[in-house]
C-alpha cells in the first residue's frame, strides 16, 4: 500500500496523527503530556521526512526512528520550540547556541566528503548536496533542505478558504494551477456542490499547458546540462511562447488567479492554431534529439532508480513512471474521456525522465484541443460547512496532496504534500556508480521542486 502522507494537528487537548495511504487513512491521537508513536520508516523510507517534520513543528517523538534529526530546523532553531502548535504565536525567536548537523558520510581510506550548495551557481532556490566520494565515482548522496522555511501552513490559520488562495497558489511557482486546482477540490467539497464540467475543463487546459510549460523547460535544459546548449535554446523559445499563452488565457504568466468558479470565452481559433504550430515543432525536436548518439550515450544508464527501489520509496510524477510505476491522479474517467494515455518506461534513467516528458507533452497538447470546447457558466458557492476535506492534482511534477480543516468558517489546519517532498528522498538512490558531474544531469531529469518541500 503506497504511502502518500504522515502529518499531525493541534486538537488543543492532544495531538492527532493522520497516516494517509492510497485508498486509506489511519488516526491515532496522542496525549500531549508526552506525545510518543511508533515509526513507520522501517516499511516506508519516505516516511523519515514526515516524522522528523511532526517533531520539529510539534514535539512529538518518534519511538523506534533510526534519523532523530532535525529537518526544518537549522543549526540555531531553538529546540523547545515547535511553530505548528496551537500556543505558539510569536513571530519572531532568537537563535539558540549552533548545534552542528552531522551529515551521513561513508568513511575508509580515499573517501572525501564533497559538499555542494546551498547556494549555487545558477538562478535556483537553496538546497544542500552532501555527497561521499572514491575519486570521481559517488558512493553516498544526502539531500539536505528547508532554508526557506515560510511558515505558510500556520500563516493560512484563521483565514477562510478564498483569503487563502493568493498565499497557497504562490507556494511553488511551477505548479501555480495544480495548487489552485486542489484549493477549488476542497472548497467544492466544503460548499457541497458538484463541479460542472464547463469549469473542469477550463480548469484541465490550463493544468495540462502548466504541464507543457514544465516539460518543455526540462526538456532544454536536461540535454544543456549534458553539453547540447542548443537544445535548450530550442526549448526556452517554445516555453516563453506557451508561457505567454499562459498570460492570454489568464493575465499572468504563472497562472496565479486563474482558477475560479467561472468560465470566460476563449480564442479557440487561435489556441488550436498555437497547438498545430507546437505539435510541428515538437515532432522536429523529437526527431533530432532522438538521433543523437552522444547525447544518449550521456542519458541512457545514467543515474538510474530501479522499479523496485522507486515502489519501495512510494514515488509519484515523472520520477515514478520513468521506473515503471503506473501512477497518476489523471487515471480517472474524466482525463480519460479526453484523452489521457499513461506514459511509462522502465529504465529508471535519465534518458526514460526525458522520453517521458516528450511523451507528455504530446499527449498534453491532444488532451488540450479536447478542452477547448468550453460554454460560458457560472456557480455561486454556498458557505462552506465546517470538516476535514481533501484533495489530489496530478501537478507536472506529479501528484499533489492537500489536506484542509475547517472550523467556523476558518482554516484550522492546513497540509500539503508535494510530490517532491517523497521524491527527493529518493534521489540520492540514483547517485551510486555515478560520476559526480553527472549530478546535475541526474537532478535536473528529476526536477523537484524546493519551495513545493519546504513551506
Known sequence: ???????????????????VYDGMTETVRLGKDEPVIKTIATKHPAAIWFERKMRDDFGIRIDGAF?????????RFPKDIHPMRKDFSETVVDFADYTPYKYEAIGGDGVFEVAVGPIHAGIIEPGHFHFSQAGEEILHQEVRHFYKYRAIEKMVEEMTLEEAKPIIERISGNESVAYQI????????????????????RHAL??????????????GFIPNDAGFGAALAFCSKLAEEARR???????HRFGFGAVTFETSPIDTKAIKKWLDYLENEIAWFT?????????WDRFDTTGRLLPQKALKYDCVGVVARASGIAVDRRLDPFYIDH????????????????????????????????FLDVEPVSVDLPTPKDGSYTAYTESSLGELFMAIDIKEGKI??????????????????MMPGNIIADFPLINKSCDLSYAGSDL
Open 1 to 19: 500500500m503506497r504511502l502518500v502522507a504522515r502529518y499531525a494537528k493541534d486538537l488543543g487537548e492532544a495531538f492527532e496523527v493522520v497516516t
Open 412 to 429: 484550522e489546519r492546513f497540509f500539503v504534500r508535494d510530490s517532491s517532498f517523497v521524491n527527493w528522498q529518493a534521489l540520492h538512490l
Open 245 to 251: 499563452k499562459m498570460a492570454e488565457l489568464t493575465g
Open 67 to 75: 534519523d532523530n534529526r532535525p529537518l526544518v530546523h537549522q543549526e
Open 206 to 219: 490550463l493544468l495540462e499547458l502548466e504541464r507543457v510549460i514544465h516539460h518543455l523547460t526540462d526538456l
Open 182 to 201: 486542489a484549493w477549488r477540490d476542497i472548497t467544492a467539497q466544503a460548499a457541497g456542490i458538484e463541479l460542472p464540467e464547463p469549469i473542469k475543463k
Open 287 to 295: 526527431d533530432w534529439i532522438i538521433d543523437i548518439p552522444s547525447l
Open 339 to 370: 484523452g489521457f494515455k499513461m506514459a511509462t518506461q522502465t529504465n529508471g534513467d535519465v534518458g526514460a525522465r526525458f522520453k517521458i516528458r516528450l511523451e507528455e507533452v504530446r499527449n498534453s497538447i491532444a488532451m488540450m484541443r479536447n
